[in-house]
């Protein structure tokens, strides 16, 4: 009888044990990977942004004549109607002598500054600019003013005598003038502007309408000459009650800035107006060149005037809360990027708004956590951007949703499974 070799019953069960540890592990090792492998961030996708639309600016243009008018800090605005070519600007001209003045003497407002004392020569203005039936204003008894008050007559009276007188004070000599004027028109700008005396009565005197809304513009930043165009009537001593020559003050908003009546010219009126247009001020600065008479071109600066302002409107660019995309997870619903607050710009006439979306990757957030931006691009604006935010969480899904759908959206990098 043949002997059997028996195996020591541990010897058997030392394979089954090593194959059951063997799955043992595996299981192990597929549950640790399916909790801990990261997830790959939720897909993320841009809504279509629909943009606010606006119709092209009706302005009421007269039919003669040149004008132009622009709303500060919109030059978008800026419209024109007419010709383009020079023009006789008659009293206007007294803004160019004004802050030709102040850029030789400096006044800032609440002072008298020094005495004006008149010469001779400055006498001699009266007669010689009544003589071309100009607006002259008796001088002082005692021939002494400061230089505020020769700016209030020359400005709001658009007393001839007082220009001249202004010229005289600041540079000796009408030659002296006229280089200065020229030297600041080139400063500033005013290629087109040509000013050949300190009055307006010489039909020389000549500018384009929207050099003209430039120099209205430079009056406005200059604080004196703002306050003294914007001065209905005063007291001048030695002169008397005066009152400016600008009938439209105070009406529909104006505040300045300068008549011009003479026979090449015809009646011209620089304006401005301000209004209060979604939360802010807004100045609108014109010109008006080439009118019958001031009363019918009074009425045509109020409806051109009404017809700007009309064309202000807010824009709403978005709303707190609205939605910029949405962020899909495989074990939620999705979860929409909403505006963080708010946006809205001050916008004229016709504008276009465009929208660009940018979300962040994301897997797990809280709400409200930022998670991008949204760009809006506005014409003539600077772009305006609004931080997204999640309006709900983004949960980690657990341990019990892994396990239940292993490897289901995890991050998977092809370059470390090939080593």
């Known amino acids: 009888m043949p002997n059997v070799v028996r195996r020591p019953r541990s010897a058997v069960r030392r394979p089954v044990t090593i194959a059951v540890v063997a799955v043992l592990l595996l299981v192990v090792a597929f549950l640790a990977a399916a909790a801990l492998v990261p997830f790959a961030p939720t897909t993320a996708s841009a809504t279509t942004y629909a943009a606010p639309r606006s119709s092209a600016p009706e302005l009421r243009f007269p039919g003669y004549g040149?004008?132009?008018?622009?709303?500060?800090?919109?030059p978008e605005s800026l419209t024109t109607s007419g010709d383009r070519k020079e023009r006789s600007i008659a009293s206007i001209s007294k803004i160019v002598t004004a802050l030709v003045v102040l850029d030789r003497k400096p006044l800032d407002v609440g002072q008298q500054g020094p005495t004006v004392r008149f010469t001779p020569a400055m006498e001699a203005l009266y007669a010689q600019y009544a003589a071309k039936n100009g607006e002259v204003a008796p001088l002082p008894s005692d021939l002494r003013m400061s230089q505020y008050r020769v700016f209030q007559v020359a400005l709001m009276e658009s007393a001839n005598n007082y220009a001249g007188?202004?010229?005289?004070?600041?540079?000796?000599s009408m030659d002296g003038y006229r280089e200065a004027a020229a030297a600041w028109l080139d400063e500033h700008g005013l290629d087109d502007t040509t000013i050949v005396e300190p009055t307006g009565l010489d039909?020389?005197?000549?500018?384009?309408?929207?050099?003209?809304v430039d120099l209205g513009k430079l009056a406005l930043a200059d604080p004196l000459v703002k306050q003294v165009v914007g001065t209905r009537s005063a007291t001048v001593p030695g002169v008397g009650e005066i009152e400016n020559s600008n009938k439209l003050l105070g009406m529909d908003g104006v505040e300045g800035i300068k008549t011009g009546t003479l026979d090449e010219a015809g009646a011209c009126l620089l304006f401005a107006a301000t209004y209060e247009r979604g939360g802010r001020d807004v100045t609108v600065i014109g010109v008006m060149l080439g009118g019958v008479d001031h009363d019918s071109l009074d009425v045509d600066v109020r409806r051109l005037l009404h017809s700007v302002a009309d064309d202000f409107h807010v824009v709403t660019l978005t709303h707190e809360g609205q939605t910029f995309g949405t962020y899909e997870a495989p074990w939620q619903d999705g979860v929409d990027a909403t505006a963080s607050r708010a946006a809205s710009v001050l916008v004229w006439g016709r504008t276009e708004v465009t929208a660009k979306a940018t979300l962040e990757p994301v897997t797990v957030g809280a709400a409200g956590d930022r998670v991008g931006s949204v760009r809006f691009r506005v014409s003539h604006h600077d772009p305006v951007t609004v931080p997204l935010e999640l309006d709900a969480a983004i949960e980690d899904p657990g341990v019990w949703w892994r396990w239940s759908n292993p490897f289901r959206g995890v991050q998977f990098d092809p370059a470390a499974a090939l080593g």
């Open 203 to 212: 039909p020389r005197n000549r500018s384009t309408a929207t050099d003209l």
């Open 66 to 74: 040149a004008t132009a008018v622009e709303a500060e800090g919109f």
């Open 165 to 172: 007188a202004l010229a005289l004070w600041a540079f000796g």
